[in-house]
């Protein structure tokens, strides 16, 4: 596969997708052709207490696995594992893959690309990271402090996908000082754990004088970033929060976590990734 992409335009139409929460079963959100996305896909799996077991094929993509809420039962290449809220799986391409719940039902972040190898299949304990200061830090200082949690990064062997966590400290700015990494990695944000009325605003810019998008997010919107720097900012007395999903532009070479550049105007101060950042 060609390396040579070019930069998609940053537009409401192709980098905005709202309400991804909202639905039932396995259900598509973001994919190369509908969004500005050259290797990311991202959908939602949402199943009930009582649902039949929901199975699928992943085929060329490696898949993350990543419980939003409730409790989810993994079984593949002839393993089980149970995820509570915010463990992850991360699944090698060609595998055969089930989902069930319990109870309370589950709602699962299904992060995907398209590879050509094959890699280890490994579980992530989210409580296991909170305990591991290379995957979980307190990044910034007022007032863009947050809670950073890499759930599939430098502790996977993987060739395209990251993913983590990120938690603001209410009112504050996260993804701050801006940056971007679109020479490496597309992202996108997946914004969880924001109850009505909270809200908060993403900025995606290459012309910090004129931010091509400016977008209120709330709970399961999802903003894809294919280049520029992308700083967002909750409302005052509620938190942003959201998943961040990465693939890498070539197959292993650059997939490095915290390997960013900096808005110049801000770059004195460093990213504040440096503690989880896999550049040598």
């Not at 898949?63 to 079984?75: V, Y």
């Not at 990695?185 to 009505?196: C, G, K, Q, S, V």
């Not at 959201?242 to 532009?249: D, E, G, R, V």
Request: aromatic share 8%.
């Amino acid at each position: 596969m060609s390396q040579e992409l070019k930069q998609n335009p940053i537009t409401a139409e192709t980098c905005f997708v709202p309400r991804t929460h909202e639905g039932l079963g396995r259900r598509p959100a973001v994919a190369p052709g509908p969004t500005a996305a050259r290797f990311l896909h991202y959908g939602r799996i949402t199943l009930r207490a009582g649902d039949a077991i929901l199975k699928f094929n992943n085929e060329d993509h490696e898949t993350g696995l990543i419980c939003l809420n409730g409790r989810a039962s993994i079984t593949t290449d002839g393993q089980t594992f149970q995820l509570d809220q915010y463990d992850a799986v991360y699944v090698p391409r060609d595998s055969e893959i089930e989902v069930s719940c319990g109870d309370a039902g589950c709602d699962i972040a299904e992060v995907s690309a398209p590879v050509a190898k094959r890699y280890p299949l490994q579980f992530v304990s989210y409580k296991e990271v909170r305990q591991n200061p290379r995957l979980h830090l307190i990044a910034g200082k007022p007032p863009a402090e947050r809670d950073l949690n890499v759930l599939i990064g430098a502790n996977v062997e993987a060739g395209r996908i990251m993913a983590g966590v990120t938690f603001s400290t209410p009112g504050n700015w996260t993804s701050w000082p801006p940056h971007e990494h679109s020479k490496l990695l597309e992202e996108a944000y997946l914004f969880i754990d924001m109850p009505a009325p909270s809200f908060g605003v993403q900025f995606v810019y290459t012309d910090p004088n004129q931010p091509e998008l400016v977008q209120l997010v709330r709970e399961g919107d999802v903003v894809l970033m294919p280049q520029g720097y992308h700083p967002n900012v909750a409302a005052p007395g509620g938190q942003i929060n959201f998943l961040w999903m990465m693939a890498a532009i070539r197959e292993g070479e650059d997939r490095l976590y915290g390997v960013v550049n900096v808005q110049p105007e801000y770059a004195a101060g460093g990213s504040g990734l440096e503690a989880v950042s896999d550049k040598k």
